[in-house]
Every structure is written in structure tokens, then in C-alpha cells.
């Protein structure tokens, strides 16, 4: 089970996910390192060879030289002489390189000190002192990744990069700006707070709190879950910097001074409070070399404590109450409490202990085998477990929490019992040495699966432990502590039992925090933010007055300014690669089905992809596709109940999962690919019951257990309602886009706030016997021979294996084989809207807007100019409007899925300005002296994400999936690699300005103006169109 931890980013991923708020990880072992190997898994670089512990280089001393054979590395850790900076250096043959600068942070107050600097360091340096050189430098680098993120001890700098000469230029801005930053006022007042006149530009309108942190945090906080896991790390660590919010409070932000920034940069931002990270197939000479000269030359070694104690232990248990806002789109407004018990563990720096931690509590909570899912999830007290659950070592002490949301205020006590009584069970029986077999499975596979950017997870996950002063490298030697724990498992069959007796039942640190949602929450914090800005206005002079209304004008000045950037390094268009990287496939048939083949270097790992045509499936079966993916593999299949099944996959499998998939052909966009997506992967030696697990699931699915799917269709609403308020604009761009096509629409109902809206219709409808009718008709449909295709990515030498046992797996399906799922006209079930306006009205504090308008196909001559326009929006002119000068956490342009260009926001305080200015674009286009480089930094952004790396098992999936052949991608390559700037305003004209067709959704808090203007229709989540009954 994941726990999420505070983690605060200076953009939006690339992806459009946010950074910002609390992420959850997915569970991985051993301190939350996700051990995947990257794409090359050759032995790592001889050179390293030669070094060893106290041998100096380039002004080091190196404290060891370690190499890890199972995740194919040397680590090489230093101390410099003179600054005592560490540096941990991974090698290893990966070309896709990575390097982050780390600091220990330790605020001791609410004010979001840590979270501000990390935004403003990025704001202008010493030798780049230009506006914001971090967002410039998107523009100019091919990174595979790049932002900065806060925790609540630590600020991170990373970045990844495949080119060598774009690493050094993006290690000399990081460097700079961590270490040589401007801090100036003007920045301050941007991205953390600021008062400010509602329109700059009058001093007669009302002052107000502006700020892109300020905004930012208020969005966070607008979800129930962000407030539930503050309130747990404060209570339960309350003693240091645990104790309050790295991020900010909305209500303490305005605190904050900017000398108090500068000096917090000054006690934290030293070398001698520095770890540097570097990963990959460059030599670290070269590394050591730069940051040398560029920054360690100039300091000496700098005396400071800012470590963090461990948390005294309490002598009793504590209890904490806090509230909540109410949602409205939950099911059951009078379930809406959350409690969990937390306990304090063990220190991070004692790696094997939190190993040993880190399994038990997965044994604990992680599937439908462990203990508490049977004894809280099965209780159906509650809509889901809490959502701090699990363990969670991004502290210095380590801890553990379970419970439960969705609950009745009522059902608090009963709750807290069932937790107290699981451990005493779990304590007496133990776990069945099945499920302990099954997760160091888990972990054998996860040594061998291999992801794109494993330097950047590796850095994130080492982090932790390396800010306390542990040293990182054990971290990395997954086999000895998995030895070790072997070992202690043989010598003692009590080992287990007894970690959960000394740290649970006996343990006194013990937190209980209850959550419980109070209707005039929202007014009650309005009416504290309006206190607090009333009287910081109060105290003002009329000096101070027209000070503020100078700062505003002198703001917004500076930022409309065009820059001389000449001073910041580039990659140029001329950098790039004219060809495209080839994934050779072959194709077969093995019982009538056509087979994708690719042979790759997957580390004795096999990929299974597999697609079932749904194109034919009634539209009343439709809306629950979604529903029927999240439970396919979840109610047991065959002879297997669905605990039986779990442990299997968990066994033998690195999961199985179903996603619907649609998605437009490459040539026409009335042709849709309307399908339904499996996934698996497994270690060669386990293919026979991978495909054993998936054809009980096609040949004798159980879908009878009503009580159980009711269940999992309850926890399935919680989670999507619960995504809005971190993912609320992609929301809104979908629901925007719902009306351009079909297919669109088809999207919105399977994956929008529509089918958030259906799956909290059916979850309050008392016939669960007609839903399962449902799913069991899909099943028919889907899960059979008739329509499929499927894709191996494998070795050679496991090709043969694994194409007998698939034939014997398509063997043993019902039905004939016919056509593999294609692209197909998709009919049309009601009317399009030409034009629409929804404001989803929500009790959020900050709002989230979504703006679509056709385009065209992917092989289409306008869809490269039309990416490269939107990349150029996005950078020139989005981010400057809606964050800089409007004050969103994000906002911009997105044409990389064919057919349609969306405009979002993120976190956002305004709503109709922010309309406006995405309906402006077109007419900026046209009036702006956009240059030709302009448009080159908009094409390499777009390089950023089309030669991204791939993992071996990941290869060839574009073709299977979409139909887009490499050809294609070396066509729409050459295409933008020669837009100019009159292809920019030739598509402008054409599509943006004044378009015929065009969504506007938002998603945010009341708003009159809207709600007063006719063209708007309000929904209070309503679906957008009309969808199945079940009476």
C-alpha cells in the first residue's frame, strides 16, 4: 500500500499530472526504491575498477566504491576535501544521464519558506540573470526531465538528459541557481505572496492576496486528503520541522518576509550542506570537474546543524480531531470521516531495519490477502483505506498508518478497534509464508523491470535516507538485505511476529487522527483568509498604498519585457537527430490471432499486451467498460476466488490490468480503435501462469459476488473523486474536448466527469444484481477469441517459449478468430454541441479551466505546425498570462493528441479572465514578432517528449496501440523540422481564430458571473450526456 509524502514541485510533469501536491508511490521495497533497470542492463563500466575507498580525485576523497550486480551499477560515494559536499555518483551504461543537487531544509514554521526559495532560486542567477532561465531553459535543452521539488526536510534540483551536450549546459544553470540565485523582491512577490490591487492598474480596486505559491497552496488544500496527511505528519512529529507544512499554509504564506527567504537560503543553501547525485554512462571526472570550478571552488567548508533530531517518544498514545470540507460528489454525504491510527518506527538511517518495516507493512495492507483489507476494506464500514497508509520513510523517523475513509462518524470507535485487533491476530498467527514468498517475487521481478528514467527514481528514492546521513549505497544492495532477511526468517519462525508486537501493540507513540467534514468549512476559511488580509490593509498608509500600487505597475512591467537570452545555453534545432530511432517488430499468427513480436534486451523479463475489439459492444454496456476493467481482475476467475487470484499475481506476475482504450486513426479521425487493454508483464521462468491467470479471467470470470463488487465500485468513486482536486485539469480539458467528435464524447463518458458522475449513480442504486448483468454481458462481448491482437516484447531466446504458451493460451479461448481490432467508424448516438460553455461548480478554492478546438489527423501536413503552435503559446505567451502575471500554478497548450488543441489552467484563482486569455491566442499569433528560434524552442519541446526513452518492454507499443507505423513518426519528424513562423500564423488563422467548434469547461467554486450569464450551464456534476438507467 502506498503512503504518500509531502512532495512540492516547481511545474506541472510533463505528463500534465501534478507534482505539487502529495504524490503517492506506488509500493515498492527496500526505502520506496522502485529497483527497475533502465534500458541498458550490460555490466557497468569497467573504469571503475580501478577506484577505491581513499583514493583521491579532482579535490574528493572517495569514502567507497560499490558495485551492484542485480541492478547492473558501480556507486561511487565522495566528500569533497574542502567543502565536505558528498557526492554519489551511480555508472552504469544508461545513456539517459541524471543529476540533482540536493539541500537539507528544515522550516520551523508554517510559512512555506523551503517551497518559496525552491521556486525563486529558479527565478534568475549570477551568470544567467535573466527572468525565470528555468522555464526559458525548457525551451532550450532536450531534457527528459527537469523541475525542482520541496519535501519536508530536503529540496531536490534534478534533471535527466540523453544529450551530453545539453547535460552540461542544464548543469551549469542548476548550478548557478542554486548557488548563486538572485532572490530578488520582484520574484518574491510573483511566486510566493504578494498584496496587490485586484487590477494593477487601478488603485481604487480592492487589495488583494496574489502569489503562485499562495494560489498553489490553496489548492492543495482544497482536497480532503491533503488536509487529512498534514494533520497526521504534524500531530505525529511534532517536535521539529515534521511539525509544520514545508509547502506553506495558505494562511501563514502572507508571513513570510523576503528577508527571511534570503536568510533561510543563506543557513541552507552551502555546499557543506549539499549532495550531489550524478547517474549514467558519463565519466564522473567530468561531473567533478564542473562543479568544481562552477561553485566548490568558492566556498570553504561552513560549520551548521541542520540536522533533525529523532522525535522523543511519547509515553501514551495521542488523539487529534481536525475538519474538513464537505464533498458533494461522494455518494453518501453522511459518510464522510476518516481515522487512522499512526505509529511511530524506527530510524531511516538504519537501512535493514526499515527494510524489514517496509515488508511487513505490505504484508499488512498490500492486497486483497492481507490482514487489514480483510478486516477493515471487507468490513464495509468505510470507502477505502485512509490515505496515509502504509509505511512511510520520507521522515527521519520512519512510520506506519492504517484506517479508514468514508465512514460514518458513528463507526469512528468501531474502526479503532478492528485495528487494534488485527495486530493482536497478526501478532499470534503470523503471515502465511505464501504472501511472504509472493512480495520477495515482487521484489525479484522489480530488480529485473526496466523503466525509462531510472537514475531520476533511483535519486528520488535515496534521497531520504542519504539527507539523514545514512549511506546510500547500502540502499542499493537489494540482494544482501534480502539475504540477510532470509536468513533471520530461517533462524527464527517467530521474526515477524515479533517486529509486530515491539512496534504496534507495544509501542506508545501512537496517533489517532479523526476527520470529519464541517458544511461552512470553505465560508469558515474564507472568512480567516478576508480577517487576516483586512487587517494587514488596515495598518497600511497611504505611503504604503501607493508603494503597493507602484510594485504592482513595476511587476506587470517586468513581466511583459522581451529579454536578451543570449546568455543562456541552447541546444539548437541543428542538435537534433534528423532520424527518427526504428523498433524493428515481426508479425505472426498463432491460432488465427495476430501477434506483434519484439525482440529486446528485457532482462529476462516477458511483456504481454493484448487487445479485445469493443467497438460492436452496445452503447448501454459502454459506461461501464471503465467499471468492468477495475474489477476483471479483482473477483476471482476459474477455480481461484478473488484472494486465491491475488496471491497468484502477486506470485508470479508484476500485476494484471485491463484500460479501455480508444483512440482516432493516423490518417482519419472518424476512424476510431474502440478496444479494451490488457496488460502483464513476468519473470521468463513464471509465462505458463501468467497465461493460466489471464485465461481463467477469459474463460470463467466471476462476477456473481454482488456484495464484492459493490464494494470495489465503492472504493472505485472514492478514488476518482478524490483525483479532482490534484488532476482537475485534465478534467476540464476533457469535458472541454467532449464535443468536438465522437470519439471525444466516447472519452468524457469513460473517463471524465461523466463517469465520475455515473459510478456515483450506480453506487447509490440499490440493484447491484442488474450492474453485474452488465459486466457479465461485456465479459461476453470481450473476453473471447473473436476480435483480438497481441504483443510480445521479449529476449530472443525467450521468443519461442513464450509464442507456444500464448498459443496455448489462444487455444483455450471460446470464439473464432475473425479480425483483429481496427479502426472503425464510430456512430454517432446524439448530437453534438457546436459550441459549449459548463462550469462544474465545486467546493475548491481555486479553479481549473479547459479549452478544445479541432484540428486535424496525425499524418495531416497542419498537425506538425499545429504542435509546434501550441508548444509556442504555451511558452510565450500561456505561461506569462495565467502564471506570471495571472498567478496559476500552471496554465498552457497542449496539440499532441491528434484531432484536437486544449488550453488548461491549473490551480488557478481566476476562471473568466483565464477564458479570455485562451481565446486570445489567435489573435497574439497574429500580432506578436515571433521569431523563427522562437519556433525551434517550441520544436524541441516537442523532441523533449517524441525521443524520450523507452524501455525495452515498452518498444514497438505506438504501432500495436495506435497503428503508427515508424514511417509515420519519421514523416510528422521531418514535418516539424521545418515549421517556420508563417506555417504558425497560416494555422492560427485557420483553426484558432474564430473557430466553429469549441469547448469551455471549468472546474472550480461558485461563480456569479458565470452563473448569470446564459451562455454558461452549470452543472453540479451532472454528465454531459445522457447515459444508461437501471431501473
Same mark, same amino acid.
Given at each position: 500500500?502506498?503512503?504518500?509524502?509531502?512532495?512540492?514541485?516547481?511545474?506541472?510533469?510533463?505528463?500534465?499530472?501534478?507534482?505539487?501536491?502529495?504524490?503517492?508511490?506506488?509500493?515498492?521495497?527496500?526505502?520506496?526504491?522502485?529497483?527497475?533497470?533502465?534500458?541498458?542492463?550490460?555490466?557497468?563500466?569497467?573504469?571503475?575498477?580501478?577506484?577505491?575507498?581513499?583514493?583521491?580525485?579532482?579535490?574528493?576523497?572517495?569514502?567507497?566504491?560499490?558495485?551492484?550486480?542485480?541492478?547492473?551499477?558501480?556507486?561511487?560515494?565522495?566528500?569533497?576535501?574542502?567543502?565536505?559536499?558528498?557526492?554519489?555518483?551511480?555508472?552504469?551504461?544508461?545513456?539517459?544521464?541524471?543529476?540533482?543537487?540536493?539541500?537539507?531544509?528544515?522550516?520551523?514554521?508554517?510559512?512555506?519558506?523551503?517551497?518559496?526559495?525552491?521556486?525563486?532560486?529558479?527565478?534568475?542567477?549570477?551568470?544567467?540573470?535573466?527572468?525565470?532561465?528555468?522555464?526559458?531553459?525548457?525551451?532550450?535543452?532536450?531534457?527528459?526531465?527537469?523541475?525542482?521539488?520541496?519535501?519536508?526536510?530536503?529540496?531536490?534540483?534534478?534533471?535527466?538528459?540523453?544529450?551530453?551536450?545539453?547535460?552540461?549546459?542544464?548543469?551549469?544553470?542548476?548550478?548557478?541557481?542554486?548557488?548563486?540565485?538572485?532572490?530578488?523582491?520582484?520574484?518574491?512577490?510573483?511566486?510566493?505572496?504578494?498584496?496587490?490591487?485586484?487590477?494593477?492598474?487601478?488603485?481604487?480596486?480592492?487589495?488583494?492576496?496574489?502569489?503562485?505559491?499562495?494560489?498553489?497552496?490553496?489548492?492543495?488544500?482544497?482536497?480532503?486528503?491533503?488536509?487529512?496527511?498534514?494533520?497526521?505528519?504534524?500531530?505525529?512529529?511534532?517536535?521539529?520541522?515534521?511539525?509544520?507544512?514545508?509547502?506553506?499554509?495558505?494562511?501563514?504564506?502572507?508571513?513570510?518576509?523576503?528577508?527571511?527567504?534570503?536568510?533561510?537560503?543563506?543557513?541552507?543553501?552551502?555546499?557543506?550542506?549539499?549532495?550531489?547525485?550524478?547517474?549514467?554512462?558519463?565519466?564522473?571526472?567530468?561531473?567533478?570537474?564542473?562543479?568544481?570550478?562552477?561553485?566548490?571552488?568558492?566556498?570553504?567548508?561552513?560549520?551548521?546543524?541542520?540536522?533533525?533530531?529523532?522525535?522523543?517518544?511519547?509515553?501514551?498514545?495521542?488523539?487529534?480531531?481536525?475538519?474538513?470540507?464537505?464533498?458533494?460528489?461522494?455518494?453518501?454525504?453522511?459518510?464522510?470521516?476518516?481515522?487512522?491510527?499512526?505509529?511511530?518506527?524506527?530510524?531511516?538511517?538504519?537501512?535493514?531495519?526499515?527494510?524489514?518495516?517496509?515488508?511487513?507493512?505490505?504484508?499488512?495492507?498490500?492486497?486483497?490477502?492481507?490482514?487489514?483489507?480483510?478486516?477493515?476494506?471487507?468490513?464495509?464500514?468505510?470507502?477505502?483505506?485512509?490515505?496515509?497508509?502504509?509505511?512511510?520513510?520520507?521522515?527521519?523517523?520512519?512510520?506506519?498508518?492504517?484506517?479508514?475513509?468514508?465512514?460514518?462518524?458513528?463507526?469512528?470507535?468501531?474502526?479503532?478497534?478492528?485495528?487494534?485487533?488485527?495486530?493482536?491476530?497478526?501478532?499470534?498467527?503470523?503471515?502465511?509464508?505464501?504472501?511472504?514468498?509472493?512480495?520477495?517475487?515482487?521484489?525479484?521481478?522489480?530488480?529485473?523491470?526496466?523503466?525509462?528514467?531510472?537514475?531520476?527514481?533511483?535519486?528520488?528514492?535515496?534521497?531520504?535516507?542519504?539527507?539523514?546521513?545514512?549511506?546510500?549505497?547500502?540502499?542499493?544492495?537489494?540482494?544482501?538485505?534480502?539475504?540477510?532477511?532470509?536468513?533471520?526468517?530461517?533462524?527464527?519462525?517467530?521474526?515477524?511476529?515479533?517486529?509486530?508486537?515491539?512496534?504496534?501493540?507495544?509501542?506508545?507513540?501512537?496517533?489517532?487522527?479523526?476527520?470529519?467534514?464541517?458544511?461552512?468549512?470553505?465560508?469558515?476559511?474564507?472568512?480567516?483568509?478576508?480577517?487576516?488580509?483586512?487587517?494587514?490593509?488596515?495598518?497600511?498608509?497611504?505611503?504604503?498604498?501607493?508603494?503597493?500600487?507602484?510594485?504592482?505597475?513595476?511587476?506587470?512591467? /517586468?513581466?511583459?519585457?522581451?529579454?536578451?537570452?543570449?546568455?543562456?545555453?541552447?541546444?539548437?534545432?541543428?542538435?537534433?537527430?534528423?532520424?527518427?530511432?526504428?523498433?524493428?517488430?515481426?508479425?505472426?499468427?498463432?491460432?488465427?490471432?495476430?501477434?506483434?513480436?519484439?525482440?529486446?534486451?528485457?532482462?529476462?523479463?516477458?511483456?504481454?499486451?493484448?487487445?479485445?475489439?469493443?467497438?460492436?459492444?452496445?452503447?448501454?454496456?459502454?459506461?461501464?467498460?471503465?467499471?468492468?476493467?477495475?474489477?476483471?481482475?479483482?473477483?476471482?476467475?476459474?477455480?481461484?476466488?478473488?484472494?486465491?487470484?491475488?496471491?497468484?499475481?502477486?506470485?508470479?506476475?508484476?500485476?494484471?490490468?485491463?484500460?479501455?482504450?480508444?483512440?482516432?486513426?493516423?490518417?482519419?479521425?472518424?476512424?476510431?480503435?474502440? /478496444?479494451?487493454?490488457?496488460?502483464?508483464?513476468?519473470?521468463?521462468?513464471?509465462?505458463?501462469?501468467?497465461?493460466?491467470?489471464?485465461?481463467?479471467?477469459?474463460?470463467?470470470?466471476?462476477?456473481?459476488?454482488?456484495?464484492?463488487?459493490?464494494?470495489?465500485?465503492?472504493?472505485?468513486?472514492?478514488?476518482?473523486?478524490?483525483?479532482?482536486?490534484?488532476?482537475?485539469?485534465?478534467?476540464?480539458?476533457?469535458?472541454? /474536448?467532449?464535443?468536438?467528435?465522437?470519439?471525444?464524447?466516447?472519452?468524457?463518458?469513460?473517463?471524465?466527469?461523466?463517469?465520475?458522475?455515473?459510478?456515483?449513480?450506480?453506487?447509490?442504486?440499490?440493484?447491484?444484481?442488474?450492474?453485474?448483468?452488465?459486466?457479465?454481458?461485456?465479459?461476453?462481448?470481450?473476453?473471447?477469441?473473436?476480435?483480438?491482437?497481441?504483443?510480445?516484447?521479449?529476449?530472443?531466446?525467450?521468443?519461442?517459449?513464450?509464442?507456444?504458451?500464448?498459443?496455448?493460451?489462444?487455444?483455450?479461448?471460446?470464439?473464432?478468430?475473425?479480425?483483429?481490432?481496427?479502426?472503425?467508424?464510430?456512430?454517432?448516438?446524439?448530437?453534438?454541441?457546436?459550441?459549449?460553455?459548463?462550469?462544474?461548480?465545486?467546493?475548491?478554492?481555486?479553479?481549473?479551466?479547459?479549452?478544445?478546438?479541432?484540428?486535424?489527423?496525425?499524418?495531416?501536413?497542419?498537425?506538425?505546425?499545429?504542435?509546434?503552435?501550441?508548444?509556442?503559446?504555451?511558452?510565450?505567451?500561456?505561461?506569462?498570462?495565467?502564471?506570471?502575471?495571472?498567478?496559476?500554478?500552471?496554465?498552457?497548450?497542449?496539440?499532441?493528441?491528434?484531432?484536437?488543441?486544449?488550453?488548461?489552467?491549473?490551480?488557478?484563482?481566476?476562471?473568466?479572465?483565464?477564458?479570455?486569455?485562451?481565446?486570445?491566442?489567435?489573435?497574439?499569433?497574429?500580432?506578436?514578432?515571433?521569431?523563427?528560434?522562437?519556433?525551434?524552442?517550441?520544436?524541441?519541446?516537442?523532441?523533449?517528449?517524441?525521443?524520450?526513452?523507452?524501455?525495452?518492454?515498452?518498444?514497438?507499443?505506438?504501432?500495436?496501440?495506435?497503428?503508427?507505423?515508424?514511417?509515420?513518426?519519421?514523416?510528422?519528424?521531418?514535418?516539424?523540422?521545418?515549421?517556420?513562423?508563417?506555417?504558425?500564423?497560416?494555422?492560427?488563422?485557420?483553426?484558432?481564430?474564430?473557430?466553429?467548434?469549441?469547448?469551455?469547461?471549468?472546474?472550480?467554486?461558485?461563480?456569479?458571473?458565470?452563473? /448569470?450569464?446564459?451562455?454558461?450551464?452549470?452543472?453540479?456534476?451532472?454528465?454531459?450526456?445522457?447515459?444508461?438507467?437501471?431501473?
Amino acid at each position: 500500500m502506498a503512503t504518500p509524502r509531502l512532495l512540492y514541485s516547481t511545474v506541472l510533469a510533463r505528463s500534465l499530472h501534478s507534482c505539487r501536491s502529495k504524490v503517492s508511490q506506488k509500493w515498492n521495497c527496500m526505502h520506496r526504491i522502485k529497483y527497475s533497470t533502465a534500458v541498458a542492463v550490460e555490466p557497468p563500466l569497467d573504469s571503475y575498477a580501478s577506484l577505491s575507498a581513499g583514493n583521491k580525485i579532482r579535490g574528493y576523497t572517495i569514502l567507497k566504491v560499490v558495485p551492484v550486480s542485480e541492478l547492473n551499477l558501480v556507486s561511487v560515494l565522495l566528500s569533497h576535501d574542502k567543502t565536505n559536499a558528498k557526492h554519489l555518483h551511480i555508472a552504469r551504461n544508461d545513456k539517459n544521464n541524471a543529476f540533482g543537487v540536493s539541500f537539507r531544509t528544515t522550516p520551523m514554521d508554517d510559512t512555506g519558506v523551503p517551497h518559496i526559495l525552491e521556486h525563486i532560486a529558479l527565478c534568475g542567477s549570477t551568470k544567467y540573470p535573466v527572468r525565470d532561465p528555468f522555464f526559458k531553459m525548457i525551451n532550450r535543452s532536450l531534457s527528459t526531465f527537469m523541475n525542482a521539488m520541496t519535501a519536508s526536510d530536503w529540496t531536490l534540483y534534478p534533471f535527466s538528459s540523453q544529450n551530453k551536450k545539453d547535460f552540461t549546459n542544464l548543469m551549469s544553470v542548476y548550478l548557478d541557481a542554486a548557488f548563486n540565485p538572485l532572490l530578488q523582491e520582484r520574484d518574491f512577490r510573483q511566486e510566493g505572496w504578494r498584496l496587490e490591487h485586484k487590477d494593477h492598474n487601478d488603485p481604487s480596486s480592492p487589495i488583494i492576496y496574489k502569489g503562485v505559491v499562495f494560489n498553489e497552496m490553496k489548492g492543495v488544500f482544497s482536497s480532503q486528503h491533503a488536509i487529512f496527511q498534514e494533520a497526521v505528519q504534524n500531530n505525529l512529529l511534532p517536535s521539529h520541522t515534521y511539525g509544520v507544512c514545508s509547502g506553506g499554509l495558505p494562511l501563514a504564506i502572507p508571513d513570510l518576509t523576503w528577508q527571511a527567504l534570503r536568510e533561510f537560503h543563506s543557513n541552507h543553501y552551502h555546499p557543506s550542506n549539499s549532495r550531489f547525485i550524478t547517474y549514467g554512462d558519463q565519466p564522473l571526472e567530468d561531473h567533478l570537474d564542473i562543479i568544481e570550478n562552477s561553485v566548490l571552488k568558492h566556498y570553504n567548508k561552513l560549520e551548521q546543524d541542520t540536522s533533525v533530531p529523532l522525535q522523543p517518544r511519547w509515553a501514551e498514545p495521542r488523539r487529534v480531531k481536525v475538519s474538513c470540507r464537505h464533498n458533494e460528489m461522494l455518494p453518501d454525504s453522511s459518510k464522510q470521516t476518516t481515522v487512522a491510527v499512526s505509529y511511530l518506527l524506527t530510524d531511516v538511517t538504519d537501512v535493514y531495519e526499515s527494510s524489514v518495516l517496509s515488508l511487513i507493512s505490505s504484508l499488512l495492507v498490500n492486497s486483497e490477502t492481507a490482514p487489514f483489507y480483510h478486516s477493515l476494506i471487507e468490513s464495509n464500514l468505510g470507502s477505502g483505506f485512509a490515505p496515509v497508509c502504509g509505511y512511510e520513510n520520507s521522515t527521519r523517523d520512519t512510520w506506519f498508518s492504517v484506517g479508514l475513509e468514508g465512514i460514518a462518524e458513528d463507526s469512528v470507535e468501531q474502526v479503532l478497534n478492528i485495528i487494534d485487533e488485527t495486530f493482536k491476530k497478526v501478532a499470534n498467527e503470523g503471515f502465511p509464508q505464501e504472501r511472504v514468498d509472493a512480495l520477495l517475487s515482487q521484489i525479484e521481478l522489480s530488480t529485473k523491470h526496466q523503466t525509462s528514467n531510472f537514475g531520476l527514481s533511483l535519486m528520488m528514492s535515496l534521497n531520504t535516507m542519504w539527507n539523514h546521513d545514512a549511506d546510500p549505497t547500502v540502499g542499493l544492495q537489494v540482494n544482501e538485505i534480502i539475504s540477510r532477511f532470509k536468513k533471520e526468517m530461517a533462524a527464527n519462525p517467530q521474526y515477524l511476529q515479533e517486529y509486530v508486537k515491539k512496534y504496534f501493540i507495544e509501542n506508545t507513540h501512537k496517533l489517532t487522527v479523526e476527520m470529519s467534514p464541517d458544511e461552512h468549512y470553505e465560508e469558515k476559511q474564507q472568512e480567516l483568509e478576508a480577517a487576516k488580509l483586512k487587517s494587514m490593509v488596515d495598518r497600511l498608509t497611504a505611503a504604503d498604498r501607493e508603494e503597493i500600487f507602484t510594485q504592482g505597475k513595476v511587476l506587470a512591467k /517586468a513581466q511583459m519585457e522581451e529579454e536578451d537570452l543570449s546568455c543562456l545555453p541552447t541546444i539548437l534545432k541543428t542538435d537534433l537527430d534528423t532520424v527518427g530511432v526504428k523498433t524493428r517488430v515481426d508479425t505472426t499468427t498463432l491460432d488465427g490471432v495476430e501477434v506483434q513480436l519484439c525482440e529486446q534486451p528485457t532482462n529476462e523479463v516477458v511483456y504481454f499486451n493484448l487487445l479485445t475489439d469493443m467497438a460492436d459492444l452496445p452503447s448501454h454496456l459502454k459506461p461501464f467498460v471503465p467499471l468492468f476493467c477495475s474489477v476483471a481482475t479483482k473477483m476471482g476467475a476459474g477455480g481461484l476466488d478473488y484472494k486465491q487470484q491475488s496471491q497468484r499475481i502477486a506470485r508470479y506476475t508484476g500485476g494484471l490490468s485491463l484500460s479501455h482504450h480508444i483512440s482516432s486513426s493516423p490518417s482519419d479521425l472518424d476512424m476510431v480503435l474502440q /478496444a479494451i487493454h490488457l496488460q502483464s508483464f513476468c519473470l521468463k521462468e513464471n509465462i505458463t501462469p501468467m497465461f493460466e491467470l489471464w485465461a481463467d479471467i477469459f474463460n470463467n470470470i466471476r462476477l456473481e459476488d454482488v456484495g464484492r463488487l459493490s464494494m470495489l465500485l465503492k472504493m472505485s468513486v472514492a478514488d476518482l473523486v478524490n483525483s479532482v482536486s490534484h488532476s482537475g485539469h485534465q478534467y476540464a480539458m476533457r469535458h472541454s /474536448a467532449s464535443n468536438l467528435s465522437e470519439a471525444n464524447r466516447l472519452k468524457e463518458v469513460l473517463s471524465g466527469v461523466t463517469q465520475i458522475s455515473f459510478l456515483k449513480t450506480l453506487s447509490e442504486n440499490d440493484n447491484q444484481d442488474r450492474i453485474a448483468s452488465y459486466l457479465k454481458d461485456i465479459a461476453q462481448h470481450v473476453l473471447n477469441k473473436n476480435s483480438l491482437k497481441c504483443s510480445i516484447n521479449a529476449e530472443s531466446s525467450a521468443i519461442d517459449q513464450v509464442s507456444s504458451q500464448l498459443h496455448s493460451f489462444l487455444g483455450s479461448l471460446s470464439g473464432a478468430a475473425e479480425c483483429p481490432p481496427t479502426h472503425t467508424q464510430l456512430s454517432s448516438t446524439e448530437n453534438l454541441k457546436p459550441k459549449s460553455k459548463t462550469h462544474f461548480s465545486m467546493d475548491f478554492s481555486v479553479n481549473y479551466a479547459g479549452m478544445s478546438v479541432p484540428t486535424v489527423e496525425y499524418l495531416h501536413e497542419d498537425f506538425a505546425p499545429l504542435r509546434a503552435m501550441a508548444s509556442l503559446l504555451r511558452n510565450k505567451f500561456l505561461h506569462r498570462e495565467i502564471r506570471e502575471k495571472g498567478g496559476a500554478y500552471g496554465g498552457g497548450a497542449t496539440g499532441d493528441a491528434a484531432g484536437q488543441m486544449s488550453f488548461y489552467s491549473y490551480r488557478d484563482p481566476n476562471s473568466l479572465k483565464t477564458v479570455e486569455t485562451m481565446c486570445s491566442s489567435a489573435d497574439w499569433i497574429s500580432s506578436s514578432n515571433f521569431t523563427q528560434q522562437d519556433v525551434d524552442e517550441a520544436i524541441l519541446t516537442i523532441f523533449q517528449k517524441i525521443d524520450s526513452p523507452v524501455a525495452p518492454g515498452a518498444r514497438g507499443q505506438g504501432l500495436f496501440l495506435s497503428g503508427v507505423t515508424d514511417d509515420m513518426k519519421q514523416l510528422h519528424r521531418d514535418r516539424l523540422l521545418s515549421v517556420d513562423v508563417q506555417q504558425i500564423k497560416s494555422v492560427s488563422e485557420r483553426y484558432l481564430k474564430e473557430p466553429t467548434v469549441q469547448g469551455i469547461s471549468l472546474i472550480g467554486p461558485e461563480n456569479e458571473e458565470i452563473t /448569470a450569464d446564459s451562455e454558461w450551464t452549470i452543472s453540479g456534476r451532472e454528465p454531459c450526456c445522457q447515459l444508461p438507467s437501471l431501473s
